[in-house]
């Protein structure tokens, strides 16, 4: 039987970011260097298929570090950590390393700073994210201020409105967040902050490539995890973009395909977090079924490398 015909649209870029990148390679790094068990606080990035992978080489998933034992490495990941993490391991003298994406240590260096100028901080992000919480816990509980949404701003109740900044999760969507900004200005003329706001490179392109594909398909995919929350916000511009069917996927046996039935066109992408082969496998499953083409909607082009700990890249030397 004929297969029917199908134009697969990948997203350039799509995938993992220099962070993730970086982090998967920390826990590689410090299990040849320590051996197994290596202890991780957190999925190292969110997605089981990484997770699952490195749990398969020794590394230990927990969630918080008294979970974890005192004589063995315990690595922090990606979203970072709230200060009071490091301070605990160091007082428990154990061997830690941070995985914290560098463009989230940037965005805890800048709300020290405005504390420490006596500034109020205001930070845009989801409650209850491991980034958001991390972020917070960079300064004393209770003084950082949350708000999701532009509604939010409205119910801010501020020590004093001159004396304001703000700063925000680095995987938020991008125009969701250019509103909370502008109430937040709106409402406060002299809250200072970040040029935009802290959303990373890799969250901005991934964005922008589905906004350029989302008019030519069907269809979305995004390969990636529920509680990712750079994935889901791809699921989201995808839909707002115009395109009526986006679904987030974590791998080929998540597909619906009856959902799927009669499409011409698809658009592909994945999240910072979901590795290539996840993508493979996707468009793998498609080929069985459609006579593929596939195109590359590409809207960037990503060199961003981050080093791994010096801790580390001695130990490989
Ligand atoms: C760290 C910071 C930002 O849920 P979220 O999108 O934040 O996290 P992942 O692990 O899906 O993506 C990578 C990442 C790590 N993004
Ligand atoms: Fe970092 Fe952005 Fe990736 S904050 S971990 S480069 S999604």
């Known amino acids: 039987?004929?297969?029917?015909?199908?134009?697969?649209?990948?997203?350039?870029?799509?995938?993992?970011?220099?962070?993730?990148?970086?982090?998967?390679?920390?826990?590689?790094?410090?299990?040849?260097?320590?051996?197994?068990?290596?202890y991780v606080r957190h999925e190292i990035v969110h997605?089981?298929?990484?997770?699952?992978?490195?749990r398969d080489k020794g590394a230990v998933f927990v969630e918080e570090l008294d979970e974890c034992p005192t004589d063995r490495p315990v690595i922090f990941s990606a979203h970072g950590v709230p200060k009071a993490v490091p301070a605990e391991a160091e007082r428990r003298q154990m061997v830690f390393v941070d995985a914290t994406c560098p463009l989230v240590s940037k965005v805890h260096i800048e709300a020290e700073r405005h504390a420490e100028e006596g500034l109020q901080i205001?930070?845009?992000?989801?409650?209850?994210?491991?980034?958001?919480?991390?972020?917070?816990?960079?300064?004393?509980?209770?003084?950082?201020?949350?708000?999701?949404?532009?509604?939010?701003v409205a119910t801010l109740d501020v020590r004093d409105p001159?004396?304001?900044?703000?700063?925000?999760?680095?995987?938020?969507?991008?125009?969701?967040?250019?509103?909370?900004?502008?109430?937040?200005?709106?409402?406060?003329?002299?809250i200072v902050g970040p040029h935009k706001e802290d959303i990373c490179y890799a969250t901005t392109n991934?964005?922008?490539?589905?906004?350029?594909?989302?008019?030519?398909v069907d269809a979305i995919l995004v390969i990636g995890a529920p509680n990712s929350s750079n994935s889901r916000r791809l699921v989201e511009v995808g839909a707002r973009a115009g395109c009526d069917y986006s679904q987030l996927v974590q791998r080929a046996?998540?597909?619906?395909?009856?959902?799927?039935?009669?499409?011409?066109?698809?658009?592909?992408?994945?999240?910072?977090?979901?590795?290539?082969?996840?993508?493979?496998?996707?468009i793998d499953a498609f080929s069985e079924r459609y006579e593929v083409t596939v195109e590359q909607v590409e809207t960037a082009i990503e060199r961003v490398e981050f080093?791994?700990?010096?801790?580390?890249?001695e130990a490989a030397k």
């Open 206 to 216: 991934r964005q922008e490539a589905v906004k350029a594909m989302a008019p030519k």
């Open 162 to 190: 001159e004396r304001l900044a703000y700063v925000t999760q680095t995987t938020l969507s991008i125009d969701d967040t250019a509103g909370v900004v502008a109430a937040l200005q709106a409402r406060f003329p002299a």
């Open 307 to 313: 080093k791994v700990p010096r801790v580390l890249r």
């Open 1 to 38: 039987m004929n297969k029917p015909a199908l134009t697969l649209y990948l997203a350039a870029p799509r995938g993992f970011c220099a962070g993730v990148d970086r982090a998967i390679k920390i826990v590689e790094m410090a299990l040849e260097k320590w051996g197994a068990p290596v």
């Open 122 to 152: 205001v930070m845009i992000g989801h409650a209850g994210h491991p980034e958001t919480v991390g972020t917070m816990g960079q300064l004393p509980d209770g003084d950082v201020l949350l708000v999701e949404t532009v509604a939010d």
């Open 253 to 282: 046996g998540d597909i619906d395909w009856r959902a799927l039935e009669g499409i011409t066109t698809l658009g592909i992408t994945a999240g910072a977090s979901a590795p290539e082969v996840l993508v493979r496998e996707v």
């Open 47 to 54: 997605n089981r298929f990484v997770v699952d992978g490195l």
